[in-house]
């Protein structure tokens, strides 16, 4: 059996042979269509998929043929466009958070309920007080489940940035977890 | 829980119209298209005036074939159409109002000063096309000595087109 051609094999041809590229649009549009909603929410998505996929194939020379997969290539085009909507991004982030409290409350005895009732929102709130780099790269890693490759890849950035990255955005939730850690922090 | 695990627990899906990855597709091959065949725009181009220009092109793409360039219409701030271009193969026309810069339409002025030479594909499938559409044939359907079959229409105001096809040479 043969197997298809990877990524980088239909994206090199398509520089010479332009419609190759709907190949990666039927491969994944539907991943990062999901990508895009999960983040600003459906009509944002749906209004921003078109346009990412124009900007990567005006981009397809760049593409680096070393790379096993174009998701974090497409991924990263589209955390560029998803800045100019952060408003919306952070609103939908703090609803879920809402959303998911209500329902962790919900299933547990008071004590319990009254934690989830403020954590979550403070978890939404911390990563929307991340800088803009400490964030991307913590949900592209914990929502996407991008390696720190990909997450590299995706942000065009050596690897060890992206570890000192998720680590300082892994620090920060993790004060909100520990009793007393909000202290320790004004403490600092 | 881990703090990446937290941060998980935020990630919620959104529901999408299923038409949603088909209008993405449509922006791609769009700009696909454009890629592939990057418009060059002809050092000569014939202008050919009419008195109504939408019933012009509308003729024209129906009887002739050509396709209208969109990106290329002149609109003025009224609405009125001003000027258009068709293309053909790898060939365009602009489609003018009648007495623009001097170029009189055949309606009114009742002279054909100059025809029109294009080449097709399958001249017999044009000529069935073009007499369906409504044109008026100026000379039948035929083959020439020099190797060429042709006919000659006129459009609906009377500009006259010449369409032919090479064929084979009898030995």
Same mark, same amino acid.
């Given at each position: 059996?043969?197997? =298809? =051609? ?22 994944h549009?539907?991943?990062v ?37 174009a998701i974090?290539w497409l991924y990263?085009i ?52 991340? =800088? ?25 950035? =050596? ?30 | ?40 725009? /002809? ?10 220009? /939408? ?117």
């Amino acid at each position: 059996m043969v197997s =298809p =051609p990877s990524d980088a094999a239909v994206i090199g041809l398509s520089v010479d042979e332009p419609e190759a590229f709907g190949v990666i649009y039927d491969r994944h549009a539907p991943t990062v269509l999901r990508f895009l909603g999960r983040r600003a929410g459906a009509d944002v998505a749906e209004g921003l998929l078109g346009d990412l996929f124009r900007i990567a194939f005006e981009r397809r020379k760049t593409f680096d043929p070393a790379r096993a997969s174009a998701i974090p290539w497409l991924y990263g085009i589209g955390s560029n466009l998803l800045m100019k909507h952060r408003r919306g991004e952070a609103r939908r982030l703090r609803a879920t958070a809402r959303m998911t409290a209500d329902e962790a409350s919900a299933k547990r005895a008071s004590t319990a309920a009254h934690d989830a009732r403020l954590l979550f929102p403070r978890v939404a709130d911390a990563i929307e007080a991340l =800088p803009d780099s400490e964030r991307e790269a913590l949900l592209l890693f914990a929502w996407e489940d991008l390696s720190y490759q990909g997450v590299a890849e995706a942000l065009e950035l =050596p690897i060890g940035t992206v570890r000192s990255r998720l680590n300082r955005a892994r620090a920060r939730l993790r004060e909100l977890l520990e009793p007393g850690g909000k202290k320790r922090e004004r403490a600092r | 829980m881990r703090p990446v695990d937290l941060a998980r627990k935020l990630r919620r899906e959104a529901a999408f119209e299923p038409a949603a990855l088909e209008r993405g597709k449509a922006v791609l091959m769009a700009a696909i298209r454009q890629a592939s065949a990057p418009r060059r725009w /002809p050092a000569i181009t014939p202008q050919v005036p009419y008195q109504d220009i /939408p019933a012009a092109l509308a003729f024209l793409e129906r009887a002739f074939g050509f396709r209208e360039i969109p990106t290329a219409r002149f609109v003025s701030a009224g609405g009125e159409l001003l000027h258009a271009t068709v293309e053909f193969g790898n060939s365009l026309v602009g489609v003018g109002g009648q007495g623009h810069h001097g170029a009189i339409s055949p309606m009114s002025g009742g002279v054909e000063s100059q025809f029109i030479s294009v080449e097709v594909d399958d001249v017999d499938a044009h000529y069935r096309r073009a007499v369906a559409a409504g044109a008026r044939v100026a000379d039948e359907l035929r083959d020439h000595a020099w190797g060429e079959r042709t006919y000659w229409a006129l459009d609906l105001e009377g500009h006259r087109w010449r369409f032919g096809q090479p064929i084979r040479q009898h030995v």
